[in-house]
Each structure stands twice: as structure tokens, then as C-alpha cells.
């Protein structure tokens, strides 16, 4: 078995990818500005991310972690209808833009990257590739239901390496997993049946006893906008919310897996919808790391 390795966690979050890496490795450090992300990070990994807003950061800050594995999962608001893709001209594109530069003076010896789907046809993606000139690279689209998670979350996977040729193969196909697998029991919270009726054309509502059922992306906004944010669960007790339990499940967070009891629901929505699919990132990992699926 390959000896675990050192992994340094960039835009954070709750700590997606470090629970994605599992037995692989271990993250020695995280960077987030967000405060209630890390303080679900801390509860849950023991370690503290460093709070800084990566537009800031300088080669020095990272280079010891030069030696690591880096993930990246940097703001995806650039590379969006919704956010106006405007790309590199967006001020959030400054703090991925400030890490490449010090991953361009480094050369970690792998750089995964993860984003949403337009961000495969940005002039971001293209300073990543210039920028780690003599990598080699892999790219892929990748939805959790490729996994037999009844989630829909397709995003954009980059692979660098520094030393050898990376492949990024799709998985094969996999037996979908029920919705049922992946909700509690009736309860939570309920639509009014006014709003049913008013946004029941509009909005994906799924019986957990369906074995087509697959939920459509959960974004940070589920929870507060009733539309284009998550879809619905139908049971014994009318229409409801996914609670963030079981957003968390279907992004494949482990069952011990907890935010801190302070968190708001409308932070745990937050952080969960800006997460990420544990699932595929486990593979992606594989592949950074050179190992089988």
C-alpha cells in the first residue's frame, strides 16, 4: 500500500477534499477566509484553517508546502451565467490568480483543481496551463450520478503533475444508488402548500421512493431562494426542504460529519452548497496520486 502523503487544502471550505482523500493522506494545512467554514473545519478535522483571503497570498506563505499535493477549489462566481463570467476580470478571479503565480514559482509536485463547468472554457484555465509549463495534465467533466449518487453536481476536474502524464478516466457505469438511501425520516421543513402550488411548476419535487428520483444541484442559495437553488422532498407530511443532513449525505460527507451547533441553517446551507461531491473527488485524488480507482 502507498504511504499516505501530505496535502495542503486551498479555498477549503468545509474540508471536502480532505475528507475526499481519506486513508490516501492527510491535510497538513487549509486556507479559507469564510469564518463559519472553518469553524466547521475545525470541528471536524482538529485542524484550523489559516483565515486569509488568498488574493493576498505571496509564494512565501505557501512554499512550505512546496512538497505537497495542492487542491484547489477557488470561487466559481467567474465562470458563471449568474455571475456574469467575467472571468479574469472578476475581482474574485485575484485570489486564484495569486496561487497560480505561487504554484508557478514552487511546482508542487501535483495540482488538482476543481470548478464549475464554464470554467473549462476560461482564460483562467488557460493561465493555469501556461503558467505550470512542463506538467502534465488531465481535464474531465464529472457528475456525482456517474458514482450512483442521485444528485446532479457535474463540475470541471483538472489534474497537474509535475513529474509524469496524469489520466482522468470517466468512471464506468455504476448502478444508481435510491434517493431513499439518503433521507431521514418525514420531517423538517415544510413548504406552505400555497407556495407548492404557486412553484410546484418550477421546482423539482421528488418522492424518496421513486428509484428514478435523482435531485438536481444544490446551490448555496437553497433554503433562502425557492427556485433554480435544490429541489424538494415529498413524504407522509407534504413538501419539504433536503435538510443540510442530507445535502451533506448526497455530497458524500461520512455520517459523523457535523457543523457546529452556533451555524444558522442558512450557513449550513451555504457552506454545504458551496462544497463539494466527496465522491468524485476521491477519484480525482486517485488519479492525482497515481493510484487505480
Given at each position: 500500500?502507498?504511504?499516505?502523503?501530505?496535502?495542503?487544502?486551498?479555498?477549503?471550505?468545509?474540508?471536502?477534499?480532505?475528507?475526499?482523500?481519506?486513508?490516501?493522506?492527510?491535510?497538513?494545512?487549509?486556507?479559507?477566509?469564510?469564518?463559519?467554514?472553518?469553524?466547521?473545519?475545525?470541528?471536524?478535522?482538529?485542524?484550523?484553517?489559516?483565515?486569509?483571503?488568498?488574493?493576498?497570498?505571496?509564494?512565501?506563505?505557501?512554499?512550505?508546502?512546496?512538497?505537497?499535493p495542492w487542491w484547489l477549489s477557488p470561487p466559481?462566481?467567474?465562470?458563471?451565467?449568474?455571475?456574469?463570467?467575467?472571468?479574469?476580470?472578476?475581482?474574485?478571479?485575484?485570489?486564484?490568480?495569486?496561487?497560480?503565480?505561487?504554484?508557478?514559482?514552487?511546482?508542487?509536485?501535483?495540482?488538482?483543481?476543481?470548478?464549475?463547468?464554464?470554467?473549462?472554457?476560461?482564460?483562467?484555465?488557460?493561465?493555469?496551463?501556461?503558467?505550470?509549463?512542463?506538467?502534465?495534465?488531465?481535464?474531465?467533466?464529472?457528475?456525482?450520478?456517474?458514482?450512483?449518487?442521485?444528485?446532479?453536481?457535474?463540475?470541471?476536474?483538472?489534474?497537474?503533475?509535475?513529474?509524469?502524464?496524469?489520466?482522468?478516466?470517466?468512471?464506468?457505469?455504476?448502478?444508481?444508488?435510491?434517493?431513499?438511501?439518503?433521507?431521514?425520516?418525514?420531517?423538517?421543513?415544510?413548504?406552505?402548500?400555497?407556495?407548492?402550488?404557486?412553484?410546484?411548476?418550477?421546482?423539482?419535487i421528488l418522492d424518496a421512493d421513486d428509484p428514478?428520483?435523482?435531485?438536481?444541484?444544490?446551490?448555496?442559495?437553497?433554503?433562502?431562494?425557492?427556485?433554480?437553488?435544490?429541489?424538494?422532498?415529498?413524504?407522509?407530511?407534504?413538501?419539504?426542504?433536503?435538510?443540510?443532513?442530507?445535502?451533506?449525505?448526497?455530497?458524500?460527507?461520512?455520517?459523523?460529519?457535523?457543523?457546529?451547533?452556533?451555524?444558522?441553517?442558512?450557513?449550513?446551507?451555504?457552506?454545504?452548497?458551496?462544497?463539494?461531491?466527496?465522491?468524485?473527488?476521491?477519484w480525482v485524488w486517485q488519479a492525482a496520486l497515481?493510484?487505480?480507482?
Amino acid at each position: 500500500m502507498s504511504a499516505p502523503v501530505e496535502v495542503l487544502e486551498l479555498f477549503s471550505g468545509i474540508g471536502a477534499a480532505g475528507v475526499a482523500l481519506g486513508e490516501q493522506g492527510r491535510v497538513v494545512a487549509a486556507f479559507d477566509q469564510d469564518p463559519a467554514a472553518n469553524r466547521a473545519y475545525v470541528a471536524n478535522f482538529g485542524l484550523a484553517p489559516v483565515a486569509k483571503n488568498l488574493a493576498g497570498i505571496k509564494p512565501r506563505d505557501l512554499a512550505p508546502f512546496a512538497h505537497c499535493p495542492w487542491w484547489l477549489s477557488p470561487p466559481c462566481q467567474p465562470y458563471t451565467v449568474r455571475g456574469a463570467g467575467r472571468d479574469l476580470d472578476d475581482p474574485r478571479s485575484a485570489a486564484l490568480v495569486r496561487v497560480i503565480e505561487a504554484a508557478r514559482q514552487l511546482r508542487p509536485p501535483v495540482l488538482a483543481l476543481e470548478n464549475v463547468p464554464g470554467f473549462a472554457v476560461s482564460s483562467a484555465r488557460l493561465l493555469v496551463r501556461e503558467s505550470l509549463d512542463g506538467y502534465g495534465f488531465a481535464e474531465a467533466e464529472i457528475c456525482p450520478t456517474a458514482l450512483g449518487v442521485p444528485m446532479r453536481r457535474r463540475r470541471y476536474y483538472m489534474v497537474a503533475t509535475r513529474d509524469r502524464q496524469p489520466t482522468l478516466p470517466l468512471p464506468e457505469a455504476v448502478a444508481m444508488r435510491p434517493l431513499s438511501a439518503f433521507v431521514d425520516e418525514p420531517g423538517g421543513d415544510y413548504l406552505p402548500e400555497a407556495a407548492v402550488r404557486g412553484y410546484g411548476h418550477s421546482v423539482a419535487i421528488l418522492d424518496a421512493d421513486d428509484p428514478a428520483a435523482i435531485a438536481n444541484c444544490f446551490t448555496s442559495a437553497y433554503g433562502n431562494s425557492r427556485v433554480r437553488a435544490g429541489a424538494y422532498v415529498r413524504d407522509a407530511g407534504g413538501v419539504r426542504l433536503f435538510s443540510p443532513g442530507e445535502v451533506l449525505r448526497l455530497l458524500g460527507f461520512p455520517g459523523d460529519w457535523h457543523f457546529p451547533g452556533d451555524l444558522t441553517a442558512r450557513q449550513r446551507y451555504e457552506l454545504a452548497g458551496n462544497s463539494l461531491s466527496v465522491d468524485v473527488a476521491r477519484w480525482v485524488w486517485q488519479a492525482a496520486l497515481g493510484r487505480d480507482p
